[in-house]
């Protein structure tokens, strides 16, 4: 059932915000398909910065949009998220995506970690403009997934009421470590 994928209601939020020649962050590449769908959301005009610290990743993810005619509309980045600040400006930003965890089939040792994902949330807050908005998907299974949900929602739960509106969805009914849904909209 595609309605009960955490990408799918991710997806489908972001589509509702977001227009076309904005630009757009993958902040966590993986198999490339936040990216393919941001490149589609961006349409020609827009564009597509995909972060990962995993040369497989781009690999994978430069195929995926060679394979669906993007391959132009996206920058694809061998470096980590908490980075995000050198390649765009502040209040630059329309959407930023992050599936934290690891590489789908990939090492489950070359995770993210709440250090350098809470450093990324924080920097992606700064070149979000006003009205942009910022979707995370966390994973809490693995090695370290435990701790960084626990330490992001406490960091989002910090942020000033003012100046962001968050948003975090849970499967209720699910067992094993069910994916978080969770969206931070710049006021």
Request: aromatic share 10%; charged share 25%.
């Amino acid at each position: 059932m595609k309605q009960s994928q955490i990408t799918y209601w991710c997806h489908e939020i972001i589509r509702s915000q977001a227009e076309a020649g904005g630009c757009y962050i993958d902040a966590t590449i993986g198999k490339g398909n936040d990216t393919l769908f941001l490149c589609e959301l961006a349409g020609e005009n827009g564009k597509v910065l995909a972060f990962d610290i995993q040369q497989e990743a781009l690999d994978a993810t430069r195929e995926l949009l060679r394979t669906h005619g993007k391959e132009q509309q996206a920058k694809l980045i061998l470096d980590g998220h908490e980075h995000m600040d050198r390649y765009a400006m502040e209040e630059s930003t329309d959407v930023i995506c992050f599936n934290f965890g690891y590489l789908p089939g990939g090492d489950h040792k070359l995770a993210t970690t709440y250090q350098t994902s809470i450093e990324a949330i924080g920097k992606g807050l700064g070149i979000l403009k006003h009205g942009g908005m910022m979707s995370l998907c966390i994973y809490s299974g693995g090695d370290t997934g435990f701790e960084e949900k626990e330490k992001i929602l406490e960091y989002i739960k910090g942020l000033p009421g003012r100046e962001y509106t968050v948003i975090v969805n849970e499967y209720y009914n699910r067992k094993n470590c069910p994916p978080m849904p969770v969206f931070i909209f710049k006021e």
